[in-house]
């Protein structure tokens, strides 16, 4: 075997191993959404990872890979659609030339979990109140919308790309796309029952499971080194060998800084060090590493992870101020977080590590001059518009002809029962030997709540009469 196909060997197992710690991330988003939410809706909103998940891969598959990695022109991919078994195993040969280091089929694999991410987000501001078919539809029209972009940005044909937009792993791609449609979602939805009063002020509607956050959090920052570092598509970048554990180092850098900064804004600013805003500081801080962690120095990794946390500190009671309700802060922690990653990216890029990825140049630090920064204004600007109208558009077109938010009486009794006929927490709602709000338990629980017969499913009637 010649080196160069060892080369690609060692490139193919390190692109699947950091999918699959990126499809893992999946089951972060599982545990931070159910935690911070109700646990009325638990089962509905975790579960959606595995739906949405499945939608994305097929639709990827079929459509969307060939469009974002496709061979074809500036704005988009024309080839590589529900790609034959001879494209999927070549490298670096038509319809995805663009991958010059794996085979297709990593890279589909790759990509496809990034997109899974992206459409992860989308549901955290639309949680507790979207009908399910929602997930369907819009979950396969959100995978094309971010697959334009995708060619734009990573793609080396594409026009932004072309001009030189550094987004190492996806701030402007994933996180604020997929913050961009959470927020369209949030706006035709309008707030949950209860969320805002007479006089528009929020009330608090606290999630059911902080340890579920928590451990939500960790996955997602363990996750984040298949995210980051496995964006290298290769064991060799530039002329750099293992060039992935310096991307590493700077993703564990920012988010440890955004640990500290979030709680440490929260405690400033709220009077209180709140565990909910640590973890967005983590995931914040996360967000916005992703654009620059192949770009920055430590220092400036640190920086921008500690300065997203404290953006989404304040950004997450400012967003409910405006009168939208994002049960998990997903516009302001993938949304906002990742648009200052992006415009940091443009002011610490040192130009040398810009060199050896070939993308780009220098950050205004370094260099004292502004074109790297408009370059990175420009690229979310575009995104942005695109993106904003596109699933307005899409979901506003949905609300009208079927109505995308489910009935009162559904939203009331909650999405696990009233969608799926189950709960997530069933002794908590269904009355068994010796569960919750029986004698044997009383005495521990109080007064648990028990919904009168008609909102139970028909099967579990009979036992609750």
């Known amino acids: 075997m010649k080196s160069a196909d060892l080369l690609i060997a060692a490139n193919t197992l390190w692109v699947v ?13 599982a545990f931070l959404e159910a935690g911070l939410t109700r646990m009325k809706n638990a089962a509905h909103i975790a579960g959606k ?43 670096g040969a038509a319809p995805y030339s663009f991958f ?37 539809v819009f ?18 044909g594409g026009w932004l790309f072309g001009l030189g937009m550094q987004d190492f792993a996806g701030s402007t791609v994933v996180h604020y796309q997929g913050a961009l449609a959470a927020l369209a979602g949030a706006l035709l939805l309008g707030p949950r029952i209860g969320k805002f009063g007479h006089d528009g002020r929020a009330n608090p509607i606290p999630g059911h499971n902080m340890p579920y956050a928590v451990l939500g959090t960790i996955i997602l920052w363990f996750g984040w080194f ?64 992703t654009a620059a962690s192949g770009f920055v120095a430590p220092w400036a990794a640190i920086l921008i992870g500690f300065l997203a946390a404290c953006i989404a500190v304040v ?32 002011l610490f890029a040192v130009p040398a590590l810009a060199s050896n990825l070939a993308t780009g140049s220098g950050g205004l630090v370094y260099t004292g001059s502004f074109h790297q ?33 489910v009935e009162e009486h559904v939203e009331t009794a909650g999405l696990d029962v009233s969608e799926h ?16 709000g029986t004698d044997s338990h009383s005495h521990l629980v109080g007064h648990a709540y028990r919904p009168e017969p008609s909102a139970l499913p028909a099967a579990e009637t009979e036992a609750a009469a």
């Not at 400012?318 to 992006?342: F, M, Q, S």
Request: hydrophobic letters at 55%; aromatic letters at 14%; proline letters at 4%.
């Open 421 to 436: 006929g189950m709960w997530g927490y069933p002794e908590f709602y269904i009355p068994v030997p010796g569960g919750y």
């Open 49 to 91: 990872n595995v739906l949405i998940f499945g939608i994305c891969s097929l639709v990827y598959w079929a459509v969307g890979f060939g469009i974002a990695f496709g061979d074809g022109n500036g704005v988009i991919g024309t080839h590589g659609f529900a790609p034959s078994t001879d494209a999927l195993l070549s490298v």
């Open 373 to 405: 920064l408009g370059v990175q204004a420009l690229g979310l600007l575009a995104v942005g518009t695109f993106t904003f109208s596109a699933s307005f558009g899409c979901l506003w077109t949905m609300k009208r002809l079927w109505g995308i938010r």
């Open 100 to 136: 010059s280091t794996i085979p297709g089929a990593s890279a589909y694999l790759f990509e496809v979990v990034f997109a899974g991410v992206s459409l992860a987000i989308v549901w955290g501001a639309m949680a507790e109140r979207a009908k399910l078919w929602v997930y369907f």
């Open 139 to 156: 979950g396969a029209a959100f995978t094309l919308i971010y697959s334009v972009t995708s060619h734009w940005v990573w793609h080396s």
């Open 226 to 289: 298949g995210f980051n570092p496995g964006s290298t598509l290769a064991v060799v970048t530039g002329d750099k060998l293992g060039y992935f554990g310096y991307v590493a180092l700077t993703t564990n850098l920012a988010a440890a800084a955004g640990a500290l900064g979030g709680i440490g804004t929260a405690w400033l600013v709220l009077k209180k060090p709140d565990v909910s805003m640590m973890l967005n500081g983590v995931i914040a801080a996360l967000v916005a590493i």
């Open 315 to 346: 950004a997450v009671p400012l967003v409910e101020r405006l009168g939208i309700d994002d049960p998990i802060g997903a516009v302001a922690v993938h949304g906002l977080a990742g648009v200052w990653g992006t415009l940091a990216t443009g």
């Open 17 to 29: 191993v950091a999918a699959v710690l990126v499809m893992f991330m999946q089951a972060g988003f």
